[in-house]
């Protein structure tokens, strides 16, 4: 058995913790990095197969030693022409791109061809029927979780504009692990789930304190309380776009409020892994979700996008702060995207890829929003009621492909007799209205005072 001195980074093994049954497991980690503190050892280990955000500092007595791996000497990589790192040239190691073909008699989902309501076998309650019509390049179908890449299999080269991008090519040993302790914003307290960089002398606290109205961080709650006596703000900058009952929206030009957004972003990437730090907010609006009380507007969630996307992206991040998770409010931030979108008479999807939490909620609002359409179908003059996928996409301003994917996630579409069938069986139907009735908050378009901007006329930034 390996002594407890031996332990090293990149080290695998089981570790003690406890599950959501609160019941004890020894899943396999790793050793990402390994401290001592008044002569204590600590380890930082990642639960293998695990999200990031259950990383943790753990003591000597949660490792099971008798099982550890230790990491693997690296081989020297063979040469190729005498250069040093490069493998041997072979033809089964080149990497080939991926050409799907449609067959002239496979049949494919149409966007334009009218789809129509009739019973099917008795057991379904209502079916949509979709005629053959102009093909569909298949790749646009999306049918896996997985097809937020570019649509051919190859990941496209990372954006490197604006607040939030896309970009794991930063994901070194620091990035890995979570260096803020604590957060305190307002009434609560928030225990980050990732890295996030803060200057580096935040990092050493206990607790990081930040003005809940302007995100400004403080190095202890003395300077917490001088700062709120200066700030006057109590309610995120910008303008007030939406108001129901407590919940307000903001938006925000990361161009005329630069340290806000910045510490906005500072703030989310605590709670998002997918996404790289950049300072350049320049080219984003955020949207900040907040609720009012007599001390003013507590900031809920937010989504940023961009003013300009050429990919039809109507979100770049988007994010509900834990305290108001599994409350409804990641949805309504999801719809009210959305009722922009409407308003700007355009279709969108959010920006990919979507971390596991996001893929959830929008494939349920998705879900939801496509079935409340289908089943609100009408029959006139006794014959079916026809509606096509683009008609759908108007509707809901829902791109078409994030459409097809959801009705193929559901496993609705069933081709019958030349046709597509979309089929809402009985537990389809009643699984949505049950999510229905829980789904208490939503938007009201009455409340909505947004007049979009043209900002192809860089004089508006």
């Not at 791996?69 to 022409?81: D, L, S, W, Y």
């Not at 053959?132 to 896996?144: F, M, Y």
């Not at 504009?161 to 914003?185: A, P, Q, Y």
Request: hydrophobic share 30%; aromatic share 10%; net charge positive.
């Amino acid at each position: 058995m390996a002594e407890v001195g031996e332990i090293i980074e990149g080290c695998r093994l089981p570790v003690l913790r406890r599950n959501q049954d609160n019941e004890d497991e020894w899943p396999l980690a790793e050793i990402l990095s390994v401290k001592d503190i008044n002569g204590r050892k600590l380890f930082y280990v990642h639960y293998i197969d695990f999200n990031k955000r259950l990383d943790e500092w753990v003591t000597h007595e949660r490792l099971d030693l008798k099982k550890i791996q230790f990491p693997k000497k690296e081989a020297k990589t063979p040469t190729k022409n005498g250069l040093p790192g490069s493998r041997p040239g072979s033809p089964e190691r080149e990497v080939k791109r991926k050409v799907e073909v449609v067959s002239p008699a496979t049949p494919v989902l149409s966007e334009t061809a009218p789809a129509s309501v009739f019973p099917q076998n008795g057991s379904a309650r209502r079916a949509v029927a979709a005629q053959p019509g102009r093909k569909r390049k298949s790749n646009c179908l999306g049918t896996d979780e997985d097809s937020q890449d570019s649509s051919d299999g190859i990941p496209s080269a990372p954006r490197m504009t604006g607040s939030l991008v896309s970009d794991r090519s930063h994901d070194d040993i620091v990035t890995r692990m979570k260096n803020i302790e604590c957060i305190e914003l307002g009434r609560h307290r928030l225990k980050p789930w990732y890295f996030s960089p803060y200057p580096q002398e935040l990092t050493t606290l206990p607790v990081l304190y930040l003005c809940e109205f302007c995100l400004k961080y403080g190095r202890s709650l003395k300077c917490l309380q001088r700062h709120l006596t200066k700030c006057d703000l109590r309610h995120p900058p910008g303008n007030e776009i939406y108001r129901k009952g407590t919940i307000s929206f903001f938006e925000i030009d990361g161009r005329k409020n630069k340290s806000y957004s910045q510490n906005l972003c500072l703030l989310a990437k605590c709670f998002l892994d997918h996404k790289t730090l950049y300072y350049d907010t320049d080219p984003f609006l955020f949207y900040v979700m907040t609720e009012y009380d007599c001390k003013g507007f507590h900031i809920v969630g937010y989504f940023s996008k961009e003013k300009e996307s050429t990919e039809d992206y109507n979100v770049a991040c988007i994010l509900t702060l834990p305290p108001y998770q599994r409350r409804g409010y990641g949805k309504l931030l999801i719809e009210f995207s959305y009722e922009l979108s409407k308003v700007e008479g355009k279709t969108g999807t959010p920006e990919k890829p979507l971390s596991d939490l996001g893929l959830l909620s929008y494939r349920s609002y998705w879900s939801q929003t496509i079935l409340e359409i289908l089943m609100g179908l009408k029959s006139e003059s006794g014959e079916r009621p026809q509606i096509t996928i683009n008609e759908i996409s108007e509707i809901t301003s829902i791109k078409k492909e994030d459409v097809i994917s959801t009705l193929q996630y559901l496993n609705l579409i069933n081709y019958y007799k030349g046709q597509y069938i979309l089929t809402l069986s009985e537990d389809i139907v009643d699984g949505h209205e049950r999510a229905m009735l829980k789904r208490l908050l939503r938007i009201d378009s009455k409340c909505l005072h947004f007049t979009p901007k043209d900002w192809s006329k860089r004089g508006k930034w």
